[in-house]
């Protein structure tokens, strides 16, 4: 991708529901059910366009969301504004509404002082990820967060190995920033397309505009172009760092208390939904069946986007299917079920099981290796909060 190409889509006609973030353009339609999404998808997976470029496909009980690519490094923009294009015109037959402020993107930048090569097998590794670039890693499934190493100055102190960047549509920037402030933001860094925004303990996040800006790369210090674009008046690269980036992973943090808090007891905070999760999977029929903070996840492996989006529509039409988050994939289908394991019941039970019989019904088998969470996790003394992020 060039930065041609993301101003050109950005500037095309007929891509006014679409949003370009990390992963690139992106675009959520409201929607009343899951069944009503997966008749959505399924009507996707027929269109011509698409079959040679497959979108990657999320279904949730009030929505669906629709990414051209898994990174916004593969941005074609010829390709893209044609595909984005059929998508919008197919979702405005199925009287369906784009809502751009409910789509926002998350990447996880690891600073390192050390050569990117030798820190990166590790996380390639650890999370299943597969390379992307000389500095990237991309989950191959398309459903967690890309993971970027940032190069830091060796003379530079670093004090902050690891902070997450946030990309969100131009409008949704000023709201953003003032409800991180009424909730006790430090300011650490304002720019013309990214912000720098810290809790009281330190922990940073860098809030994004550049890739849904409709201005060059470089045009960095703001003015009024972008002002009219991040209160929603304009139109909506190669990754573009900002020249300060490296200088705010060094910046200093806020000291820590002195008096450490009393720990918490690491069985304790996970006895009790480790004991769900474990009687769940003894269940028979479950096999297939992971337990996740976010519930329980399988994934069930196909041969093409149609046919995950065929299984993703006979999972909807079946009892209790209104609390299911559907992954749709060309590969795959990822099926969560978003309820804790403490609070499982009989007809989630059932649901599991006869979802599980209907894959293999049809030739879909389960690959529990597939299955996975990322969770951001926040220390602070005596403390401990997370947030899921895929």
């Not at 009980?61 to 941005?75: C, E, F, N, Q, Y």
């Not at 769940?280 to 069946?289: K, N, P």
């Not at 403490?342 to 529990?368: H, K, Q, Y």
Request: charged share 25%.
């Amino acid at each position: 991708m060039s930065d041609d190409d993301r101003l050109a889509f950005l500037r095309a006609s007929g891509v006014r529901d679409w949003r370009v973030l990390y992963c690139g353009p992106i675009a959520y339609f409201a929607t009343g059910s899951v069944r009503d999404g997966t008749r959505f998808t399924a009507a996707l997976a027929r269109l011509r366009v698409l079959r040679g470029h497959p979108p990657l496909i999320e279904l949730a009980p009030d929505g669906v969301t629709v990414r051209l690519d898994r990174d916004i490094l593969d941005l074609d923009a010829g390709s893209a504004i044609e595909r984005a294009q059929a998508v919008s015109e197919l979702a405005r037959r199925h009287g369906l509404t784009a809502r751009p402020d409910r789509v926002q993107d998350f990447q996880i930048a690891i600073a390192t002082q050390l050569p990117t090569a030798e820190v990166l097998p590790f996380w390639r590794a650890i999370l299943g990820y597969v390379d992307h670039g000389d500095d990237d890693l991309i989950d191959p499934l398309g459903r967690g967060p890309t993971v970027w190493f940032q190069p830091i100055d060796p003379a530079k102190t670093l004090r902050h190995a690891m902070h997450v960047d946030l990309a969100v549509p131009r409008e949704q920037i000023r709201e953003r920033l003032e409800a991180a402030a009424k909730a006790g933001s430090r300011a650490v860094h304002d720019g013309g397309v990214h912000w720098t925004r810290a809790d009281a303990a330190g922990n940073k996040v860098d809030l994004m505009a550049w890739p849904d800006l409709a201005v060059p790369e470089n045009a960095r210090g703001g003015g009024p172009e972008i002002d009219a674009q991040l209160d929603g008046r304009g139109r909506s690269p190669a990754r573009v760092i900002p020249s300060d980036h490296a200088a705010l992973a060094a910046e200093p943090t806020l000291p820590e208390p002195s008096q450490p808090g009393p720990a918490q007891p690491e069985a304790a905070q996970i006895a009790a939904p480790r004991a769900a999760g474990d009687a769940a999977r003894e269940v028979s029929g479950l096999a297939d069946w992971t337990m996740l903070p976010t519930g329980p996840s399988a994934w069930f492996r196909t041969s093409s986007l149609d046919r995950s989006a065929h299984l993703a529509d006979t999972f909807a039409s079946l009892p209790g299917a209104n609390r299911l988050h559907l992954d749709v994939r060309a590969d795959g289908l990822g099926v969560r079920l978003a309820r804790r394991a403490t609070e499982l019941r009989e007809i989630d039970i059932d649901l599991m099981r006869t979802m599980s019989t209907t894959a293999r019904d049809v030739g879909a088998e389960s690959d529990p290796s597939s299955v996975q969470t990322v969770q951001l996790e926040i220390a602070r003394t005596g403390h401990r909060d997370s947030a899921l992020l895929a």
